[in-house]
C-alpha cells in the first residue's frame, strides 16, 4: 500500500498543524499544510497529492478561487478536492457539489475524527 | 179654432138668387185649371151672412140685387170696424154702366164688380183669379210678417232667459200659437237615445204629456237615424204616412193625427250632433203643413241649438260658480280647522316659539317658556327681552341677530345655550329668527323659534372629543397609519409616516400606495395579494410585512396590521393600516444572529485544536516523538490563551453593549493618561522596532479613566501589529471647544476606504484572518467603539492605502 498524500490549506495554523499530525499519526498519510491559497497553489507546483483538503473561507485568496485554478491546470485537475467549510447549510453543499468537489467537512472539524472522515469519501 | 183645410183650395162663396148663374160661375171658374176652388152657395142674403161668419170663405161673389136685400149690405158686414176696408169681394150687377153702383162697391171695399152681361168664362176666371192673387200674395206676406213676430218673440225670450226651461216653454208656446196646433213639445234624447218631454204647450182638452219617458226602440237602434242629418218629418196624416206600427203606435200616444217634427241639432258635438226634437202636433185631424210652417220651426230649431248652448253654458258657469263658492267654504272651514291646529301644535311645542314686534317687545310667546324658564307666557307680553332680565350674553346675541334682519331682511340662524331653572342643567338651542311682514311688505314682527338642540349637542361634543383622542392618538403615536381608498389612493397619512419617510403631507395624499411608496421589486406581489383579497376579503391579510421607500429612496420594513374599512352598506371602501417600522429591530436581530453565528466559530476552532492536540497526546500516538508532542502542547497552551481573551472580549463587550457597565468617571489629566498607555505599549513596540511618539498637553477629563486607557491601548496595538518595522507611530490629544480628540496615527499599510465603517464591526476585521495571525480576537475596535459612545464621544478612522491610518475619538468636557 502507497503512502497517501495530502495537501490542507487552511488559514487556522494551529488546527492545521493539529490535523497533520493526526492524519500522520493514526493513517501515516503524509500531509502538507499550507496556510493560504496562494501557498498551496504554490506548492503543487512541485507536489502531487492524493487529495487537497481546502479551506474556503481564507484571507486573500479564497477556496472557491483556489479550486477554479486548480481546475484550469491540466496538472491538478484530477486531483480530488475536499472542501473544508463553516457554511454547511443544504444550498451551499449544494453549489460546492455542483463544482465537481468529492465532498465537505465541516469546520471546525474534529481531529481526531477528520481522518476516517477523508477515507470513507475516497473509499481509502 | 179653425179647421184645417186639407187643400190649399180657395172657398168662394156664391151668393145668387138664380141657381142657374151659380151653376154657370161654378162651371166658368172650375175651367180654370190652374186653379183649385172650393164653392159655398147662397141664395139669399141672409144665407150669404151665415155663410161668411161660418166659414170665413176666401172670396165672394156676390149679386147685387138678391131677394132679401141688396149685396152690398154683405160688404158692409165683411168690412164692419174697418176704416178702409179692402175686401175679397166681387159684385155682380145686372146694371151694365151704372156708375153710381160702382161708386158704392168700390166704396164699400169690393175689390171688383162684373156686369151680368159681361160675364164669360174667360172674364169671370180673369176677375176672379186676379183677387185671388192678390189674395194669396197678402195671406203670404201677412204669415212672413207673422213668421218674422214669432221669430223676433222667440230670439228676445232666448235673449231674456238664460234658463232652458224658461226658453223651452217660451218657445213651445209661440209656437203652438203661431202654428194653430193642439200640442208643441220639446222632447230632450238621454246618451241611451231614450228620451223625455222637458217643455210643452198643449190645448185643452188634451192631456199633457210633459215629462213622459218615450221609450222608442226606433231611435237607440239608429242614434236618430235621418233626424241626426237633419231631416223634417213632415205628416199631414199618420195613417196615411206609411209609417211603421210601432211608430204609429207612439204618435198615437199623445194622441197625434198630423205632426210635423224637426230635429235640434248642436254643431258642436260632432259625435251626436242631434239633441232632441221640437215636435208639432194636431191632436185630431190631419193637417197638410205648410212649406213656410216647415222653414220656420226648422230655423226655430236653430235658435233652440243656440239657446242650448247659451243655456248649457250658462249652466256650467253657474255650476261653476256653486263649486267654486263651496271649494272657497271648504277651503275656508278647512284653513280654519289648520288654523286651530297650527295654534294647538304652536301652543304645545316643546320649540319656544315666540313673536316680538319691531321694538323688541313680545307679542307672543307660546308656554314652552314656562318650562324652560319657570315663568308663565302672559308675564313676557309687551316686555323686551331686557326687561324680563335674561342672560345678558343670550340679550345680546338676540338683539344683534334682529338687527341684522331689519336691515337685511334675510332670515338669521344662530346657536345659544342657556341654564334651565331649578338648576337643571344647560340647554342649547338653535335660533331662527325670521321676518314677517305687513302689507305694504315692511318687516312688521320677527318670529323667533328656539329647538331645543341640547342632547345633538351633547351628542356632537362626545362625537368631537371622541375624534379629538383619535386625531391626537393618530398624531402622536409612534406607529404608521396609513389609509387607502379601494383603487389603493392613499387618503391618510399620520405624521409618523411623514416623520418616517420624510415626505409632507401634500406629497403623500391621493397618491398611488404602491407605485409611490413600495420598492418596485415588491409591487408585483402584494398586488396580486391585493387582487386575491378583492376577490375573496376572506383572504385578506391582517397581518403583513413589507418595505416602504422614503423620500431618500431608503427601503424601511413595516409590520402591517390592516383593517378592511366598509361603509354603513357594508361596503368595501378601503383599508387602514398601521405599521411597526422594524428596519432596526431586524437589523439588531441580523448581527445578533451573525455575531452568535461568528462568534460560536470563533470559540470552536481553537477548541478544536486543543482537544485535537490533548487527544493525540492522550492517545499515546506521540509517545515516541517528543518534539511532536511539545509542539501539540504548545498549541494547546496557545489556543487556549486565545480562548480566554475571546471569552473575556466577548463578555466585555456584551456587557458594555448592554449599558450593563457604569463607567467610573473622575476627573483625569490626559498626559497622565497618554504615559500609562505608552509605558503599557513600550514594550511591545520596542519588540516590533517601532516608535511611539506621543506629544500630548495636560487636559482635565471626566472620564473613565482605566476604559480611556483600555481603549487607547487597543488602538496603539492595533497600530503597531500593521505597521513596519523601524516606523513610528504617533499619539495626539487635542482639545476645541466643547471636547478633546485623541488620535492614533501610523504609517502602515492602510485600510480601503469601503471598509472604513465595518472595522468597527464585530468580528469585522479587513481581514478576518489578520487579528488571529496578530494575536486579535477581532472585538477590539468593536469595544472601543462601545467605550468612547458610552462618554458620549464618536470614533472613526481616516486612511490612505498603504500609507498610514489615523483612529481618532472624541471625548466631551461634559456630558
Known amino acids: 500500500m502507497n503512502i497517501k498524500s495530502i495537501l490542507l490549506i487552511d488559514d487556522e495554523i494551529n488546527l492545521a498543524q493539529v490535523v497533520a499530525v493526526c492524519l500522520e499519526s493514526f493513517k501515516g498519510w503524509k500531509v502538507t499544510v499550507a496556510n493560504s491559497g496562494k501557498e498551496g497553489l504554490r506548492l503543487l507546483e512541485t507536489i502531487k497529492p492524493d487529495t487537497i483538503l481546502l479551506d474556503v473561507m481564507m484571507p486573500d485568496m479564497d477556496g472557491i478561487t483556489v479550486y477554479q485554478n486548480l481546475q484550469k491546470n491540466p496538472d491538478t485537475q484530477h486531483i480530488p478536492v475536499i472542501f473544508l467549510t463553516a457554511k454547511v447549510q443544504v444550498s451551499d453543499r449544494q453549489r460546492f457539489a455542483q463544482l465537481g468537489i468529492v465532498g465537505t467537512i465541516a469546520k471546525p472539524f474534529e481531529p481526531l475524527k477528520i481522518a476516517d472522515q477523508i477515507a470513507e469519501l475516497l473509499d481509502w | 179654432m179653425t179647421s184645417p183645410t186639407l187643400d190649399s183650395a180657395i172657398t168662394i162663396l156664391i151668393v145668387d138668387d138664380s141657381e142657374e148663374d151659380r151653376v154657370t160661375y161654378m162651371r166658368y171658374l172650375k175651367s180654370d185649371i190652374s186653379r183649385s176652388y172650393h164653392f159655398l152657395e147662397a141664395s139669399t142674403l141672409e144665407e150669404g151672412l151665415n155663410f161668411w ?69 174667360l172674364s169671370l176666371c180673369n176677375r ?84 213622459r219617458q218615450l221609450s222608442d226602440e226606433y231611435f237607440p237602434e239608429n242614434m236618430g237615424g235621418e233626424y241626426r242629418e237633419g231631416r223634417v218629418f213632415v205628416a199631414p196624416d199618420i195613417y196615411k204616412a206609411n209609417l211603421s206600427e210601432c211608430h204609429v203606435q207612439m204618435l198615437e200616444q199623445f194622441p197625434t193625427r198630423a205632426s210635423l217634427i224637426v230635429p235640434i241639432l248642436r254643431p258642436n258635438h260632432l259625435d251626436n250632433p242631434l239633441w232632441g226634437l221640437l215636435c208639432t202636433y194636431q191632436c185630431f185631424e190631419p193637417h197638410l203643413w205648410d212649406e213656410l210652417d216647415i222653414r220656420l220651426l226648422q230655423q226655430l230649431s236653430v235658435q233652440l241649438a243656440i239657446a242650448l248652448q247659451q243655456a248649457e253654458l250658462y249652466r256650467n258657469l253657474q255650476n261653476s260658480n256653486t263649486d267654486l263658492e263651496n271649494r272657497v267654504a271648504e277651503r275656508t272651514a278647512e284653513l280654519f280647522k289648520r288654523q286651530q291646529e297650527s295654534i294647538a301644535l304652536i301652543e304645545n311645542s316643546p320649540n319656544l316659539i315666540l313673536r316680538l314686534d319691531r321694538q323688541l317687545r ?171 383579497f378583492m376577490g375573496n376579503p376572506e383572504q385578506f391579510h391582517k397581518y403583513y410585512q413589507n418595505s416602504i421607500v422614503t423620500k431618500t429612496g431608503q427601503e424601511r420594513v413595516v409590520s402591517w396590521n390592516n383593517t378592511i374599512l366598509r361603509n354603513h352598506n357594508g361596503e368595501i371602501i378601503g383599508t387602514i393600516s398601521i405599521g411597526e417600522d422594524i428596519t432596526e429591530k431586524l437589523k439588531v436581530e441580523r448581527i445578533k444572529s451573525e455575531f452568535i453565528s461568528i462568534a460560536s466559530h470563533e470559540l470552536r476552532t481553537p477548541l478544536s485544536s486543543i482537544r485535537g492536540a ?191 491610518s489615523t483612529v481618532s475619538f472624541t471625548i466631551p468636557h461634559r456630558i
Open chain 2, 362 to 532: 313680545h307679542l307672543y310667546i307660546n308656554s314652552a317658556i314656562e318650562k324652560i324658564l319657570g315663568i308663565p307666557p302672559a308675564a313676557f307680553i309687551g316686555k323686551t327681552f331686557r326687561e324680563m332680565g335674561l342672560p345678558e350674553r343670550s340679550i345680546l346675541i338676540a338683539e344683534d341677530t334682529i338687527r341684522t334682519l331689519l336691515i337685511t331682511g334675510i332670515p338669521q340662524q344662530y346657536e345659544i345655550d342657556f341654564p334651565l331653572s331649578d338648576n337643571r342643567g344647560i340647554a342649547y338651542y338653535q335660533v331662527s329668527v325670521i321676518p314677517e311682514y305687513d302689507a305694504d311688505g315692511e318687516i312688521a314682527t320677527i318670529l323667533m323659534v328656539y329647538a331645543d338642540i341640547t342632547s345633538n349637542k351633547l351628542g356632537e361634543i362626545a362625537l368631537q372629543e371622541a375624534h379629538r383622542r383619535w386625531q391626537s392618538l393618530l398624531d402622536n403615536v409612534r406607529l404608521i397609519v396609513i389609509s387607502l381608498d379601494n383603487e389603493w389612493k392613499v387618503e391618510y397619512a399620520n405624521p409618523f409616516f411623514l416623520e418616517s419617510t420624510g415626505y409632507e403631507l401634500e406629497e403623500v395624499i391621493g397618491k398611488d400606495w404602491l407605485s409611490c411608496f413600495v420598492p418596485q421589486t415588491e409591487q408585483v406581489k402584494i398586488t396580486q395579494d391585493f387582487i386575491g
Open chain 2, 53 to 121: 161668419r161660418s166659414h170665413h170663405p176666401d172670396l165672394v161673389l156676390v149679386d147685387y140685387s138678391l131677394p132679401d136685400g141688396e149685396g152690398l149690405e154683405l160688404l158692409e158686414a165683411m168690412g164692419e170696424g174697418v176704416l178702409v176696408p179692402k175686401l175679397e169681394a166681387i159684385v155682380l150687377t145686372g146694371h151694365y154702366g151704372n156708375e153710381q153702383l160702382i161708386l158704392q162697391t168700390m166704396r164699400l171695399g169690393a175689390a171688383d164688380y162684373l156686369s151680368k152681361s159681361e160675364v164669360t168664362a
Open chain 2, 614 to 804: 490533548l487527544g493525540l497526546l492522550a492517545s499515546g500516538v506521540l509517545a515516541n516523538q517528543p518534539e511532536v508532542a511539545q509542539h501539540m502542547l504548545n498549541i494547546a497552551s496557545s489556543d487556549t490563551e486565545r480562548l480566554v481573551r475571546l471569552v473575556n472580549d466577548i463578555l466585555d463587550l456584551e456587557r458594555l453593549e448592554s449599558n450593563n457597565v457604569t463607567l467610573n468617571r473622575q476627573w483625569s489629566d490626559t498626559s497622565e493618561i497618554c504615559q500609562q498607555v505608552i509605558e503599557t505599549m513600550e514594550a511591545i513596540a520596542a519588540e516590533s522596532q517601532i516608535e511611539i511618539i506621543s506629544n500630548v498637553p495636560s487636559q482635565q477629563i471626566f472620564a473613565d479613566r482605566d476604559r480611556i486607557v483600555q481603549t487607547l491601548v487597543n488602538l496603539l496595538s492595533n497600530a503597531v501589529k500593521f505597521s513596519m518595522p523601524h516606523s513610528q507611530i504617533h499619539l495626539e490629544v487635542e482639545a476645541i471647544t466643547d471636547e478633546i480628540i485623541f488620535r492614533v496615527r501610523d504609517h502602515g499599510r492602510g485600510i480601503p476606504e469601503s471598509n472604513l465603517e465595518s472595522i468597527f464591526e464585530r468580528f469585522n476585521q479587513v481581514d478576518a484572518s489578520d487579528s488571529r495571525q496578530m494575536g486579535g480576537t477581532g472585538l477590539g475596535l468593536a469595544i472601543c467603539r462601545s467605550i468612547v459612545q458610552q462618554h458620549g464621544g464618536k470614533i472613526w478612522v481616516e486612511s490612505v492605502v498603504n500609507q498610514g
Open chain 2, 128 to 211: 176672379v183669379g186676379r183677387v185671388v192673387d192678390h189674395l194669396l200674395l197678402s195671406r203670404k206676406l201677412q204669415r212672413l210678417q207673422n213668421q218674422e213676430i214669432v221669430m223676433a218673440k222667440i230670439a228676445l225670450h232666448i235673449r231674456q232667459y238664460f234658463d232652458l226651461d224658461a226658453i223651452s216653454n217660451a218657445i213651445v208656446q209661440e209656437i203652438r200659437i203661431f202654428l194653430k196646433a193642439d200640442r208643441t213639445v220639446i222632447y230632450q234624447f238621454n246618451p241611451d237615445m231614450s228620451g223625455v218631454v222637458i217643455a210643452e204647450s198643449v190645448l185643452p182638452p188634451w192631456e199633457t204629456c210633459l215629462h
